[in-house]
Protein backbone atom coordinates (compact mmCIF):
# COMPACT_ATOMS: atom_id res chain seq x y z
CA UNK A 1 0.00 0.00 0.00
CA UNK A 2 1.20 3.41 -1.02
CA UNK A 3 2.19 5.93 1.76
CA UNK A 4 0.58 9.53 1.43
CA UNK A 5 1.94 11.25 -1.67
CA UNK A 6 3.63 14.59 -2.17
CA UNK A 7 4.77 16.51 -5.12
CA UNK A 8 6.48 18.61 -5.66
CA UNK A 9 9.32 16.81 -3.17
CA UNK A 10 11.54 20.38 -3.90
CA UNK A 11 10.10 24.09 -5.07
CA UNK A 12 12.07 27.43 -5.29
CA UNK A 13 10.17 30.66 -6.43
CA UNK A 14 10.65 34.33 -6.51
CA UNK A 15 8.78 35.86 -3.64
CA UNK A 16 5.21 37.08 -4.90
CA UNK A 17 4.87 34.04 -7.00
CA UNK A 18 2.19 31.44 -5.98
CA UNK A 19 3.19 28.08 -5.37
CA UNK A 20 0.86 24.88 -5.15
CA UNK A 21 1.28 21.64 -3.26
CA UNK A 22 -0.30 18.09 -3.68
CA UNK A 23 -1.07 15.26 -1.13
CA UNK A 24 -3.09 12.17 -1.85
CA UNK A 25 -3.53 10.40 1.07
CA UNK A 26 -3.62 6.83 2.56
CA UNK A 27 -6.83 5.36 1.41
CA UNK A 28 -9.22 4.85 3.85
CA UNK A 29 -8.05 7.71 5.94
CA UNK A 30 -10.70 10.50 5.91
CA UNK A 31 -8.86 12.81 7.84
CA UNK A 32 -6.15 15.11 6.36
CA UNK A 33 -3.70 17.49 7.56
CA UNK A 34 -1.04 19.76 6.56
CA UNK A 35 1.57 20.94 8.50
CA UNK A 36 4.10 23.32 7.82
CA UNK A 37 7.88 22.73 9.53
CA UNK A 38 10.36 25.50 10.34
CA UNK A 39 13.91 24.46 10.31
CA UNK A 40 14.47 22.94 13.62
CA UNK A 41 11.13 23.44 14.86
CA UNK A 42 8.13 20.66 14.99
CA UNK A 43 5.03 20.42 12.85
CA UNK A 44 2.69 22.99 13.15
CA UNK A 45 -0.61 22.28 11.90
CA UNK A 46 -1.95 24.66 9.25
CA UNK A 47 -5.56 22.97 8.45
CA UNK A 48 -7.10 19.99 8.64
CA UNK A 49 -10.14 18.28 6.58
CA UNK A 50 -12.49 15.67 7.76
CA UNK A 51 -13.35 14.25 4.63
CA UNK A 52 -14.10 17.17 2.25
CA UNK A 53 -14.72 19.54 5.21
CA UNK A 54 -12.30 22.00 6.81
CA UNK A 55 -13.05 21.27 10.10
CA UNK A 56 -9.86 23.50 11.83
CA UNK A 57 -7.99 26.35 9.85
CA UNK A 58 -7.43 28.55 12.65
CA UNK A 59 -3.66 28.24 11.95
CA UNK A 60 -4.19 28.96 7.95
CA UNK A 61 -2.80 32.35 6.93
CA UNK A 62 -5.98 33.00 4.91
CA UNK A 63 -5.06 36.59 3.13
CA UNK A 64 -2.61 34.28 1.22
CA UNK A 65 -3.12 30.49 1.72
CA UNK A 66 -5.57 28.45 0.82
CA UNK A 67 -6.41 24.71 0.38
CA UNK A 68 -9.19 22.63 -1.16
CA UNK A 69 -9.99 19.10 -1.00
CA UNK A 70 -12.34 18.29 -3.73
CA UNK A 71 -14.26 14.76 -2.74
CA UNK A 72 -12.56 14.03 0.39
CA UNK A 73 -9.66 12.19 -1.13
CA UNK A 74 -6.80 14.35 -3.05
CA UNK A 75 -5.99 17.97 -1.68
CA UNK A 76 -4.33 21.16 -2.28
CA UNK A 77 -2.39 23.76 -0.97
CA UNK A 78 -1.95 27.03 -2.63
CA UNK A 79 0.42 30.21 -1.56
CA UNK A 80 -0.24 33.65 -3.33
CA UNK A 81 1.44 35.52 -3.19
CA UNK A 82 4.41 33.37 -1.73
CA UNK A 83 6.65 35.47 0.83
CA UNK A 84 10.12 35.08 1.99
CA UNK A 85 9.01 33.70 5.40
CA UNK A 86 7.09 31.10 3.43
CA UNK A 87 10.38 29.33 3.09
CA UNK A 88 9.46 25.75 4.91
CA UNK A 89 8.84 22.36 4.43
CA UNK A 90 5.12 21.76 4.42
CA UNK A 91 3.82 18.16 5.44
CA UNK A 92 0.73 16.53 4.37
CA UNK A 93 -0.65 13.30 6.77
CA UNK A 94 -3.44 11.58 7.20
CA UNK A 95 -4.98 9.46 9.45
CA UNK A 96 -8.22 6.84 10.25
CA UNK A 97 -9.13 9.13 13.40
CA UNK A 98 -8.40 13.05 14.08
CA UNK A 99 -6.14 13.13 16.81
CA UNK A 100 -6.11 9.27 17.59
CA UNK A 101 -3.86 6.63 16.34
CA UNK A 102 -1.20 7.78 14.63
CA UNK A 103 -0.64 9.92 11.22
CA UNK A 104 1.20 8.69 9.00
CA UNK A 105 3.17 11.66 6.48
CA UNK A 106 4.69 12.58 3.44
CA UNK A 107 7.91 13.12 2.46
CA UNK A 108 7.18 16.90 2.40
CA UNK A 109 7.28 19.92 -0.21
CA UNK A 110 10.74 22.30 0.54
CA UNK A 111 9.61 25.50 -0.17
CA UNK A 112 12.38 27.96 -0.97
CA UNK A 113 11.07 31.71 -1.29
CA UNK A 114 13.84 33.79 -2.79
CA UNK B 1 -2.62 27.86 24.21
CA UNK B 2 -1.19 24.96 24.65
CA UNK B 3 2.07 24.36 24.51
CA UNK B 4 4.46 21.01 24.46
CA UNK B 5 7.88 21.43 25.47
CA UNK B 6 10.61 18.67 25.13
CA UNK B 7 13.93 18.79 27.15
CA UNK B 8 16.81 18.16 26.32
CA UNK B 9 16.72 20.24 22.84
CA UNK B 10 19.82 18.38 21.64
CA UNK B 11 21.94 15.03 23.11
CA UNK B 12 24.88 13.96 21.58
CA UNK B 13 25.72 10.32 23.24
CA UNK B 14 28.02 7.72 22.24
CA UNK B 15 26.89 4.59 20.55
CA UNK B 16 26.37 2.17 23.65
CA UNK B 17 25.00 5.03 25.85
CA UNK B 18 21.77 5.08 27.09
CA UNK B 19 19.22 8.17 26.21
CA UNK B 20 16.45 9.72 27.78
CA UNK B 21 14.01 12.58 26.34
CA UNK B 22 11.07 14.33 28.49
CA UNK B 23 8.39 15.73 27.40
CA UNK B 24 5.67 18.22 29.08
CA UNK B 25 2.50 19.44 28.13
CA UNK B 26 0.92 22.70 29.88
CA UNK B 27 -2.73 21.02 29.48
CA UNK B 28 -3.58 17.44 29.92
CA UNK B 29 -3.66 15.16 27.09
CA UNK B 30 -6.25 12.93 26.07
CA UNK B 31 -3.36 10.51 24.47
CA UNK B 32 0.89 11.19 23.95
CA UNK B 33 1.87 9.71 20.17
CA UNK B 34 5.48 10.25 19.98
CA UNK B 35 7.58 10.49 16.45
CA UNK B 36 10.88 9.95 15.01
CA UNK B 37 12.15 12.05 12.50
CA UNK B 38 15.51 11.03 10.61
CA UNK B 39 17.45 13.91 8.79
CA UNK B 40 15.63 15.41 5.98
CA UNK B 41 13.03 12.83 6.46
CA UNK B 42 9.81 13.40 7.59
CA UNK B 43 7.95 12.37 10.99
CA UNK B 44 7.14 8.78 11.46
CA UNK B 45 4.83 7.36 14.03
CA UNK B 46 6.29 5.62 16.73
CA UNK B 47 3.90 4.37 19.59
CA UNK B 48 0.95 6.05 21.18
CA UNK B 49 0.34 5.93 24.78
CA UNK B 50 -3.52 5.85 26.31
CA UNK B 51 -3.82 5.36 30.03
CA UNK B 52 -2.50 7.41 32.89
CA UNK B 53 1.09 5.99 34.12
CA UNK B 54 1.20 3.52 30.99
CA UNK B 55 4.44 2.17 29.74
CA UNK B 56 5.55 0.61 26.49
CA UNK B 57 8.45 -0.89 25.15
CA UNK B 58 9.70 -1.44 21.59
CA UNK B 59 12.96 -3.13 21.96
CA UNK B 60 15.00 -1.03 22.75
CA UNK B 61 12.74 1.92 23.51
CA UNK B 62 10.69 2.31 26.43
CA UNK B 63 7.92 4.88 26.47
CA UNK B 64 5.99 6.23 29.62
CA UNK B 65 2.87 8.15 29.94
CA UNK B 66 2.57 10.39 33.30
CA UNK B 67 -0.31 9.83 36.01
CA UNK B 68 -1.31 13.36 35.41
CA UNK B 69 -1.48 12.74 32.01
CA UNK B 70 0.48 15.81 31.45
CA UNK B 71 4.33 14.50 30.84
CA UNK B 72 5.74 11.51 28.95
CA UNK B 73 8.94 10.51 28.35
CA UNK B 74 11.18 7.95 25.99
CA UNK B 75 14.19 5.99 27.21
CA UNK B 76 16.28 4.17 24.49
CA UNK B 77 18.81 1.89 26.16
CA UNK B 78 22.36 1.65 24.56
CA UNK B 79 21.68 3.75 22.07
CA UNK B 80 22.78 2.65 18.11
CA UNK B 81 23.28 5.17 14.89
CA UNK B 82 20.41 4.13 13.52
CA UNK B 83 18.71 6.25 16.46
CA UNK B 84 19.83 9.33 15.38
CA UNK B 85 17.53 11.78 14.01
CA UNK B 86 15.08 14.12 15.93
CA UNK B 87 11.93 12.42 18.83
CA UNK B 88 9.18 14.87 18.65
CA UNK B 89 6.18 13.79 21.28
CA UNK B 90 2.55 15.17 20.19
CA UNK B 91 -0.63 15.17 22.09
CA UNK B 92 -4.20 16.31 21.98
CA UNK B 93 -5.46 18.61 24.82
CA UNK B 94 -8.35 17.18 26.66
CA UNK B 95 -10.94 16.43 24.78
CA UNK B 96 -9.49 18.01 21.31
CA UNK B 97 -8.44 15.99 18.23
CA UNK B 98 -5.88 18.93 17.11
CA UNK B 99 -2.50 16.90 17.31
CA UNK B 100 0.27 19.41 18.79
CA UNK B 101 3.68 18.80 18.36
CA UNK B 102 6.24 19.25 21.19
CA UNK B 103 9.66 20.93 20.41
CA UNK B 104 11.81 17.70 19.82
CA UNK B 105 14.60 16.44 21.09
CA UNK B 106 17.59 15.93 18.53
CA UNK B 107 19.67 12.63 19.07
CA UNK B 108 23.36 12.54 17.55
CA UNK B 109 24.50 9.50 18.23
CA UNK B 110 28.62 8.67 17.31
CA UNK B 111 31.20 5.66 17.31
Known amino acids: EAGVVQSPRYKIIEKKQPVAFWCNPI?????LYWYRQNLGQGPELLIRYENEEAVDDSQLPKDRFSAERLKGVDSTLKIQPAELGDSAVYLC????????????FGSGTRLTVV | GQQVMQIPQYQHVQEGEDFTTYCNSS?????IQWYKQRPGGHPVFLIQLVKSGEVKKQKRLTFQFGEAKKNSSLHITATQTTDVGTYFCAGPPGTASKLTFGTGTRLQVTL
Open chain 1, 27 to 31: SGHNT
Open chain 2, 27 to 31: TTLSN
Open chain 1, 93 to 104: ASSFRQGWYGYT
